[in-house]
């Protein structure tokens, strides 16, 4: 019987090659934002998500075995995003690790990146650190997860073999900066998928990182120059002591016609020397590994394509949202009960002679400018979705708020109660939309940063 594998991140690179392989092996549920309009396999099954709904997650993994985790938050998924790239990630994994629990899923495959040897944790750069921040994260509730730890992925449509392969293309001459002599170990799409597949369901490896790579070990310069050969390309490349991290990512950028928000994380995580240790190798299965130059080969031959897509709906959305996530400390090792409750006090505290908070019948709480009888921003507690480690508040009324049915608040414990997430999402406000930026959003990051020096200041 076919075992059914949930693919977040399905639109993706890994992901799309994976429904493209392995779709007659298992029963494919492809996890979408957006409502599908016409499928080009109707073997596989799309499901509309809303990966920062716990909710929605959780509907959307119903009846599946697996689940392959495939999601990096590089884009913004609304017209302002106030909050790292790192603290989304961590997001995001909670509540798939919280759905994939609920739903009693057997395993959660998660596909991140090869981790620096015997460095200080605070000197891995952002990228790699937050990687191993969503390993960690997917199996703090519970679900077994294999997680597989690779370098730079060859194959058609990769978007750092096409950064690569821009760069060779583009300059007959190549002045590569100290962080190019890094050693790596890259792998082919092939045998990423083969690994991926040997591994689901495969109980031997559920709560194991592996790492994965070919044999070779290649500086990044190196790369470049077999590349060269490979497209027939005469190149004089060599490498140069200085270019600063900064000045690289503009240089890749432009000559790689890579997104900059693409490159900024990877360019920092090149500085680090990422092969593969013995101890976390796989060797789990025998494999023929694919050499560099022929990855190369395989992927110039599909000409940077993807397999197919299903069309989508295009959905009218809301003009004007607004996504904050603030990542807290936790020194206090306070539940998100006690740091909804304390900020419900905190706020009108800080901004005294200026706000004060007040709750209805109803119970909903209302954060008022003194000598307003009307509300800025009004609260609706959910308790049937809110719990000790976690409090949800739908955003219900405000004169700061334009829409009123959708939009919330939540407080939530992550990496078991190390962190503590505050969170704003699909707020719609009513200001026009330059004044708001200018001015509420700026405040409403001032007011967090505040509350964190707070809950940093004051210790048990």
């Known amino acids: 019987m076919k075992k059914t594998v949930a693919i977040a991140g399905a639109g993706g690179y890994i992901g799309r090659w994976f429904i493209h392989t392995f779709k007659s092996k298992y029963n494919i549920v492809a996890l979408s934002r957006n409502e599908v309009k016409s499928n080009p396999y109707p073997e596989v099954e799309w499901r509309q998500v809303e990966l920062y709904s716990i909710t929605s997650t959780i509907n959307a993994l119903k009846g599946v075995d697996y689940a392959i985790y495939l999601i990096h938050s590089m884009s913004a998924s609304t017209r302002l995003n106030q909050g790292s790239f790192e603290d989304t990630d961590l997001l995001l994994a909670d509540n798939f690790a919280r759905a994939s629990a609920a739903n009693g899923i057997e395993q959660i495959l998660y596909l991140g990146g090869i981790l620096p040897k015997e460095e200080d944790e605070s000197s891995i750069s952002p990228h790699l650190k937050s990687r191993f921040e969503v390993e960690r994260t997917l199996a703090s509730k519970g679900t077994p997860v294999t997680a597989l730890r690779a370098g730079i992925i060859v194959g058609p449509g990769g978007s750092s073999f096409e950064m690569i392969r821009n760069l060779v293309n583009k ?96 360019v920092e995580s090149l500085k680090h020397t990422l092969t593969i240790s013995d101890e976390l190798a796989f060797k789990s299965k025998d494999l023929d590994y694919l050499t560099y130059e022929e990855s190369v080969k395989i992927a110039l031959e599909g000409g940077g394509t993807f397999p197919k897509l299903p069309k989508f709906k295009v959905e009218k959305r809301v003009a004007n949202t607004v996504r904050s996530i603030q990542r807290l400390p936790n020194t206090r090792h306070q539940s998100a009960l006690w740091v909804a409750n304390r900020y419900k006090v905190w706020l009108p505290t800080f901004f005294r002679l200026l706000i004060y908070a007040k709750e209805n019948e109803l119970d909903d709480l209302g954060f008022y400018l003194i000598g307003i009888s009307r509300p800025m921003l009004q609260l609706t507690w959910i308790p049937d979705r809110s719990d000790v480690k976690r409090q949800l508040f739908y955003i219900t009324g405000g004169w700061l708020v334009k829409r009123f049915d959708y939009g919330w608040l939540e407080f939530r414990e992550v990496l078991g109660g190390k962190y503590m997430i505050s969170a704003i999402h699909e707020f719609v406000p009513r200001l026009p939309w330059f004044i708001y930026i200018l001015t509420q959003a700026k405040l409403h990051l001032w007011v967090m940063n505040n509350f964190r020096k707070y809950l940093e200041k004051y210790r048990e």
């Not at 083969?194 to 689901?200: A, E, G, P, S, V």
């Not at 044999?215 to 490979?230: F, G, S």
Request: hydrophobic share 45%; net charge positive.
């Open 171 to 266: 300059l007959p001459a190549l002045m590569c900066p100290k962080w190019t002599l890094s050693q790596t170990q890259a792998i082919s799409l092939r045998d990423t998928l083969n690994i991926m597949d040997h591994c689901l369901g495969n109980a031997e490896l559920y709560n194991r990182p592996i790492e994965i790579g070919a044999p070779e070990i290649l500086t990044y310069k190196a790369m470049m120059e077999k590349t060269a050969a490979v497209m027939g390309k005469k190149r004089v490349i060599f490498s140069v002591p200085f270019f600063s991290i900064g000045f690289s990512k503009l240089w890749v950028s432009y000559f790689g016609k890579t997104p900059q928000k693409l490159v900024s994380p990877l």
